[in-house]
Every structure is written in C-alpha cells, then in structure tokens.
C-alpha cells in the first residue's frame, strides 16, 4: 500500500507566480489535511477536506489560498501571486476516517522557495 | 480544545530509555492523546495513541495516568536514529484538526 504522495517535493517559483501542490492521499483514505511549516517551527494546520467538501480551512490565509479535492484526481494546494513568505515546507496527510482523532500519515512534503 | 505543554528540548545517550512527559491539564472527556515523530526535512510519522492507562507497541509506550492531565512517551534504549522531533497532541477527533496545531514539540538529541 503506497504511502501518502506529494509532488513536486521541490518547487521554485518567482514572485507573483502560481504555485500547485499535488497530493494523493493513502489508498482508501478519504480524508486530507494540508499542513505548512516555516523553517525551525512546528507544523500549522491550513485546511481538512473530504472528497468535494472543504471541512475546516479556519487555518488557511484569506486570501491568494484554495484548496480542493475532487472526486477524481489528487488535492490540490493552489497558491497564487506567491510572494517570499510563502517559503515553506507544505505538507499533507490523509486518513482513513474523521473518527480517528489524529491518526494521519503524512507524506514527504513539497518545499516551495519564492525567489 | 486542550492545550499541550511539552519540554522544548531534551538529551539523552544511546542505550538509554527516554521519557518525555506531555501536560494537558484540560483535557476533555472524548480526547485522545497521539504522538508523532518527526525527523529533519521528512513528513510527522505516526507513533502512539492512546486514551487511558497504558499503550504500547513496537516502537514506544505511551503511559496516562487515571486524570489524564498529563502523559508520557517512553522510548527504551533509544538510538542515534532516535534523534528527532516528537509532538503530543490532544483531540478528540480530527473534525478538531482546525483547532490545534503541532506546536514546537520535543527535540530529542541521543548522543553516541
């Protein structure tokens, strides 16, 4: 059973730029959370989404931030018009049900550099 | 949703059992408690949960004792591959995961 997957683990982009991380959660998890992680800090949760349902994106930026997860296909982390701040290690965890109280298995993570 | 406070740092030699104590004094009555691992430039790697008494399995025990306002990752006769970040968190299902977050968890130095 293939682990959770994220790509591209590295991504650089330039200021002003869109950037889109890809995740394919576990096989049979239908549960995915996006988590971001400035270097030498912990990790901060951004959003927790179902299949075609966004469930928690308390933590996501107002703006320039979406996040979906289609019915087919990986979620998707977009990031537009990035700017330097935006450097930081992305990464997402899936898990196979909302009653599993933070059992997630975290994939490898894409570090976005904004030069 | 309950607040944890773990040590910021802690130092231990191989061969050694570490206990690294995590505090959530208001912990609700349907929270779980779960820790994580984390080593530089990878993704948290689930290690225990748990919800009262004691837990173990192949890699750690996590011990809560009867008010569960606190708990405890044992780690026996740990290694230099042991060095890492380890995170507690309290919760009582991930419908909760927008309210917390990792924090700065426990970096634990094992040293030849």
């Known amino acids: 059973n293939a682990g959770v997957m994220q790509n591209p683990r590295h991504l650089v982009r330039r200021r002003g730029q869109e950037a889109r991380l890809r995740c394919s959660p576990m096989?049979?998890?239908?549960?995915v959370y996006w988590y971001r992680q400035l270097p030498e800090e912990g990790l901060k949760f951004m959003v927790y989404?179902?299949?075609?349902?966004?469930?928690?994106e308390s933590g996501m930026p107002k703006e320039r931030f979406s996040a979906e997860f289609p019915k087919e296909g990986p979620s998707i982390l977009r990031i537009q018009q990035v700017v330097r701040g935006d450097s930081a290690a992305y990464f997402c965890a899936s898990s196979p049900s909302s009653a599993t109280a933070y059992e997630q298995y975290f994939g490898p993570g894409t570090r976005l550099t904004v030069t | 949703l309950a607040k944890t406070t773990q040590p910021i740092s802690m130092d231990s030699y191989e061969g050694q059992e570490v206990n690294i104590t995590c505090s959530h004094n208001?912990?609700?009555?349907?929270?779980?408690i779960t820790w994580y691992q984390q080593f530089p430039s990878q993704g948290p790697r689930f290690i225990i949960q748990g919800y009262k008494t004691k837990v173990t399995n192949e890699v750690a025990s996590l011990f809560i004792p009867a008010d569960r306002k606190s708990s405890t990752l044992s780690l026996p006769r740990v290694s230099l591959s042991d060095t890492a970040v380890y995170y507690c968190l309290v919760g009582g299902s991930n419908t909760n995961a927008g309210k917390s977050t990792f924090g700065d968890g426990t970096t634990l130095t094992v040293k030849p």
């Open positions: 208001n912990i609700a009555t349907n929270d779980y």
């Open positions: 096989k049979g998890h239908s549960h």
């Open positions: 989404l179902q299949k075609e349902n966004i469930i928690d």
